[in-house]
């Protein structure tokens, strides 16, 4: 395919759509507008890198280039190359096709109009590719982003909770030391002699024994079963992010295909109205010259009769 469209953008236009070159022309007809846009299709400025050596001023400089090679082109350079085919995509997004017939036939006009609907099309294909590249990566640096500060404030609460734990602990064990020591002395003074049971008993009125260290230990998650949690489902929507874009893709791929054959319906009922346009033009044409053939005969008829009224006198 590229082939082909190369050898159509160097082969010269036919006898038909080329206009008799001046020496010294400096302005663009219908033909050079078509092999400008068949250059412009081969390379493709709109997909330049922006901003680099490499960027949409050399490209353009290729598509002079490539120009030149054909013959009878207008001498133009690499920025009024960029100039033309600017006003051309602009004027046709207009649609104020009439104000670049200045020179050119009917089919010429046609081929430029395709060929512009064609680049159009492929330009807002690949801008409407890059924005979505675009809006992707930003959303993934942002999770990406908002991620790393989740895990950096859990990770600060886990410490904290650490401190905390460790705390509790040292008090637990404080406490169950204090009781341990209280149940001794309980016990102590139960089987000591002197003193009835009784007032062991009256000591242990009001006041809970201390649990089991065991059963002190809570049921809730720890902050690291929690952060092992975030981190799964951090782990989970950046595999998920990254599994749409095949998808978008897909999507964008049948959307262009769609589109490219909504162009091809339009323009071939484009080309049916023209069509219709010309044979009525034709039958229009062909009704007035056979009007004008019956007056022609009409009078004629008139004149003789009038010389024969004349001859008989």
Known sequence: MADRDEAAASAPPSAGQVDTPKAGRKTFTAADDISLLRCVN??????????????IMKAFDSVAEKCRAVEGF???????IRTRFDRLVRVHRADERSSLRSSGTTEEYEERDVLLEDIVCRMDNWKEKTE??????????QGIETSGELMR????????????????SCAAGDGISVDAERVGHDSQCTCSPAEPQTVGAKDNVG????APVGSRRSTKPSKREKLSAVRDSIAQAIEHTMSDPSAK?????ERLHFEREEAARRI???????????????????AEQRREQKNQEFMMKLLQIAMGKNADS
Not at 44 to 52: F, K, L, Q
Not at 74 to 80: E, I, L, M, T, Y
Not at 154 to 167: K, T
């Open 132 to 141: 979505q590249e675009s809006t992707m990566e930003r959303a993934k640096i």
């Open 74 to 80: 207008v001498k133009k350079d690499g920025p009024a």
């Open 153 to 168: 404030r859990l990770a600060m609460d886990e410490l904290r909770g650490d401190e905390e734990d460790a705390d509790d």
């Open 207 to 210: 006041r809970k024994r201390a």
């Open 42 to 55: 081969l390379v493709r400025p709109w997909e330049a890198a922006v901003g680099t050596a490499n960027g």
């Open 249 to 253: 893709y897909e999507y964008l791929r």
């Open 268 to 286: 071939e009922l484009e080309e049916k109205r023209m069509l219709l346009e010309r044979e009525r033009e034709v039958r229009r044409e062909a």
